[in-house]
C-alpha cells in the first residue's frame, strides 16, 4: 500500500530555496486556479523527490480561515496524487522545489482543485520529459 502521508521532509521550509523560486531561473505555468513554480535545488535536503510550499494570497481571501481551508484542499489533493508523480519521475532527477500559489478569485471545491492538480501534475512530467529529450539529444550529438 502506498504511503499518502505528507511528512515533514516534503514541506518546502528552506527561505533560501524559497528566495531561489522567486529569483531567477525557476519554471512556472498556470493551471486555473492554481499556479506551479519549480526548480532544481542546490542539493537534497530530504529522502523525497519533491518538496512543496503552498501559498495563498491574502490579498484575495482576508480571512485567515478561508486562507487556511483553500490550503488545506490544495494539500490534500497532492497527497493523494503525489504516489502516481513519485512513480513518473526520471529517477536521476535532483530533488526539486515545488511552490503551489492559489491564484483563483473565489473559493473552489475540492472536486476542481482535486481535478486541477492532475492536470498540473500532467503538464509538469510532460515538461519534465520534454526538457529530458531535448538534453539527451544534444549530449548524443557530440
Given at each position: ?5 505528507f511528512?515533514?521532509g516534503?514541506?518546502l ?5 524559497i528566495d ?5 531561473k525557476?519554471q512556472s505555468?498556470s493551471?486555473y486556479p492554481l499556479?506551479?513554480v519549480w526548480?532544481?535545488m542546490?542539493?537534497?535536503r530530504?529522502?523525497?523527490p519533491?518538496q512543496?510550499?503552498i501559498s495563498?494570497p491574502?490579498?484575495?481571501?482576508k480571512?485567515?480561515?478561508?486562507r487556511n ?5 490544495v494539500r490534500?489533493s497532492?497527497?493523494l496524487?503525489?504516489g502516481?508523480?513519485?512513480e ?5 532527477k ?6 503551489i500559489?492559489?491564484?483563483g478569485?473565489k473559493?473552489e471545491n ?9 492536470k ?6 510532460n515538461?519534465?520529459?520534454i526538457k ?5 539529444l544534444d549530449?548524443?550529438?557530440?
Amino acid at each position: 500500500m502506498a504511503d499518502n502521508t505528507f511528512k515533514t521532509g516534503e514541506r518546502l521550509k528552506s527561505r533560501h530555496e524559497i528566495d531561489r523560486l522567486f529569483a531567477g531561473k525557476s519554471q512556472s505555468f498556470s493551471q486555473y486556479p492554481l499556479r506551479l513554480v519549480w526548480q532544481e535545488m542546490e542539493y537534497a535536503r530530504s529522502d523525497f523527490p519533491i518538496q512543496l510550499a503552498i501559498s495563498v494570497p491574502k490579498r484575495r481571501f482576508k480571512k485567515a480561515v478561508d486562507r487556511n481551508k483553500i490550503r488545506r484542499l490544495v494539500r490534500e489533493s497532492y497527497r493523494l496524487r503525489k504516489g502516481d508523480l513519485y512513480e513518473q519521475l526520471p529517477s536521476e532527477k535532483p530533488q526539486m522545489a515545488w511552490m503551489i500559489i492559489y491564484v483563483g478569485k473565489k473559493k473552489e471545491n475540492f472536486l476542481t482543485i482535486d481535478k486541477t492538480m492532475a492536470k498540473l501534475m500532467k503538464r509538469f512530467l510532460n515538461k519534465i520529459k520534454i526538457k529530458n529529450q531535448t538534453n539527451q539529444l544534444d549530449s548524443d550529438q557530440f
